[in-house]
């Protein structure tokens, strides 16, 4: 095998993975350097992640943005010498409550729907349907509906534990206890 001493970039992109025509493409990320992160979560930590937009179409006049994390790490034994890399959701939603919660972004309560994290289950949230929009979330129960109210609006992008106020029709609010980890 050869040896390269010099630093090697890569950029990435993200497709739907779907039979239709119109497939869906972000643009090409920033320059990833295996090298310079070695053994580091390289943009997942502290609020820093890979962001991909999608591009605006005639479909569609806004752009939705993933986010991904990457982690960056060397093979073993006779593979001590390739760059691994593992691209992972950046947000995890995990519900530990006793309710299917349906989850949206702030201000696409009407278009995103169906977005459902199933009690004690854990969701790969990739995405964000609207880039100009604020990267705030709601839920709500899903047992209750479409026209079920939306919790208080929170940040998933804080590391931290705080409580979000739940309204339920013709029944008690209840206020759930939300941990975000990075």
């Known amino acids: 095998p050869r040896s390269y001493a010099g630093d090697t970039e890569l950029c990435v992109r993200v497709a739907?993975?779907?039979s239709r025509a119109s497939s869906v493409e972000s643009e090409w990320s920033q320059g990833i350097s295996a090298q310079k992160y070695h053994g580091q979560k390289l943009l997942s930590g502290q609020g820093r992640y890979l962001e991909l937009k999608t591009p605006k179409s005639s479909s569609s006049e806004f752009n939705c943005v993933y986010q991904l994390g990457v982690d960056v790490a060397y093979g073993k034994g006779r593979f001590s010498r390739t760059a691994v890399l593992t691209f992972v959701p950046?947000?995890?939603?995990?519900n530990a409550s006793n309710y299917d919660l349906e989850y949206t972004q702030?201000?696409?309560e009407e278009t995103w729907t169906n977005q459902v994290v199933h009690s004690g289950q854990k969701q790969s949230f990739l995405y964000w349907p609207r880039g100009d929009k604020e990267r705030i979330m709601k839920v709500r129960?899903?047992?209750?509906?479409a026209s079920a109210p939306w919790s208080s609006e929170f940040r998933i992008d804080?590391?931290?534990?705080?409580?979000?106020?739940?309204r339920r029709p013709k029944s008690d609010d209840i206020i759930m206890r939300l941990i975000l980890r990075v």
Do not use: M, Q, R, T
Not at 90 to 94: A, E, T
């Open 16 to 18: 739907e993975n779907s």
């Open 90 to 94: 950046h947000h995890i939603l995990v």
């Open 106 to 108: 702030v201000g696409c």
């Open 141 to 145: 129960f899903a047992d209750d509906g």
């Open 158 to 166: 804080c590391p931290g534990e705080f409580w979000v106020k739940v």
